[in-house]
């Protein structure tokens, strides 16, 4: 059984940052492929940001690219996500989702196996 686990949310100001880090334990290799997504109230979950399998390559969302920065240590089975630069609209509950898979960029939701339970993120204006 494979589980992650987020954490690093919180409450900051608009301009503020944030690291979320995603650390996953159980039936694991350290190769896969991981990924952030974001839900507000009332809206549908979206994709924010992938990495492949080796870290060599990402991609990010329009909304987050040049503010958010995706990362990993596979020797630590731990995603990153250092959020810079925050808007009062990346309010959310932010979501990790592994592929055990893949060792390519995941950007569909729906192809993702596991998935953490979500940590708050709220940017106060």
């Known amino acids: 059984q494979v589980q992650l686990v987020e954490s690093g949310g919180g409450l900051v100001q608009a301009g503020g940052s944030l690291r979320l880090s995603c650390a996953a334990s159980?039936?694991?290799?350290?190769?896969?492929?991981g990924g952030w997504f974001r839900q507000a109230p009332g809206k549908e979950r979206e994709f924010v940001a992938a990495?492949?399998?080796?870290?060599?390559?990402?991609y990010y969302a329009d909304s987050v690219k040049g503010r958010f920065t995706i990362s990993r240590d596979n020797a630590k089975n731990t995603v990153y996500l250092q959020m810079n630069t925050l808007k009062p609209e990346d309010t959310a509950v932010y979501y990790c989702?592994?592929?055990?898979?893949?060792?390519?960029?995941?950007?569909?939701?729906?192809?993702?196996?596991?998935w953490g339970q979500g940590t708050q993120v709220t940017v106060s204006s």
């Open positions: 159980g039936r694991t290799f350290s190769s896969y492929a």
């Open positions: 990495i492949s399998g080796l870290g060599g390559n990402t």
């Open positions: 989702a592994a592929d055990f898979r893949s060792w390519a960029i995941v950007e569909s939701k729906s192809d993702y196996e596991y």
